[in-house]
């Protein structure tokens, strides 16, 4: 079945490490999406990848690094700059045509102890 | 800027009864509009979606949605709520039909009552 697989769905993380956040799909899609979770905040966009070794900032993507090396993988580094790191992080692909909507991944909930 | 609202951010209904969620949107082009669902650490799930034509459009598990363009709204219903129905349900706005942005509302989370 396609879809789209993020791991781990839990990580934990000590203050000032760097993690990296895995997400991968077989949907054959050109566009993915990396949001980020908070309660009562909705969904808030930390990057976008159009095509392969292409990638753009969102509205939070301080903090966050990215890289598109294969269509299929989008992997997401939480970098020690990241001010307030604890959050669900949801990874979404979406495929060619306009108006498509999103294919969401499971989420990875990140806790910085 | 383009946004969205969902003016609920908590609703509580029982078990049978009929269910509407509200969506306000701001965007100065013909939008397109996406209810989505997700259950407690999951993902989103797409119920609907509405990019042009009949303004009254079906998803699964029996919602549907009609798009208001004069109140710019686009609210989601259901006329028999089921207990599995209970979830948190978020209204999305595309941004741009170039980059396939999505702009969501905060979510309405939804209890059901038995």
């Known amino acids: 079945d396609g879809g789209i697989t993020q791991s781990p769905k839990y990580l934990f993380r000590k203050e000032g490490q760097n993690v990296t956040l895995s997400c991968e799909q077989n949907?054959?899609?050109?566009?993915m999406y990396w949001y980020r979770q908070d309660p009562g905040q909705g969904l808030r966009l930390i990057y976008y990848?159009?095509?392969?070794?292409?990638?753009q900032k969102g509205d939070i993507a301080e903090g966050y690094s990215v890289s598109r090396e294969k269509k299929e993988s989008f992997p997401l580094t939480v970098t020690s700059a990241q001010k307030n790191p604890t959050a669900f992080y949801l990874c979404?692909?979406?495929?060619?045509?306009?108006?498509?909507?999103?294919?969401f991944g499971s989420g990875t909930r990140l806790t910085v102890v | 800027a383009q946004s969205v609202t969902q003016p609920d951010i908590h609703i509580t209904v029982s078990e049978g009864a009929s269910l509407e969620l509200r969506c306000n949107y701001s965007?100065?082009?013909?939008?397109?509009l996406f209810w989505y669902v997700q259950s407690p650490g999951q993902g989103l799930q797409l119920l609907l979606k509405?990019?042009?034509?009949?303004?009254l459009v079906q998803g699964i598990k029996g919602f549907e949605a009609e798009f208001k363009r004069s109140q710019s709204s686009f609210n989601l219903r259901k006329p028999s709520v089921h207990w599995s129905d209970a979830a948190e349900y978020f209204c999305?706005?595309?941004?741009?039909?170039?980059?396939?942005?999505?702009?969501f509302g905060q979510g309405t989370t939804l209890q059901v009552k038995p």
């Open positions: 979404a692909s979406r495929g060619q045509g306009t108006g498509n909507g999103y294919t």
């Open positions: 949907l054959n899609h050109d566009a």
């Open positions: 990848s159009q095509i392969v070794n292409d990638f």
């Open positions: 965007y100065g082009a013909t939008p397109y």
């Open positions: 509405y990019f042009s034509g009949d303004t």
């Open positions: 999305a706005v595309g941004a741009s039909s170039n980059t396939g942005k999505l702009i």
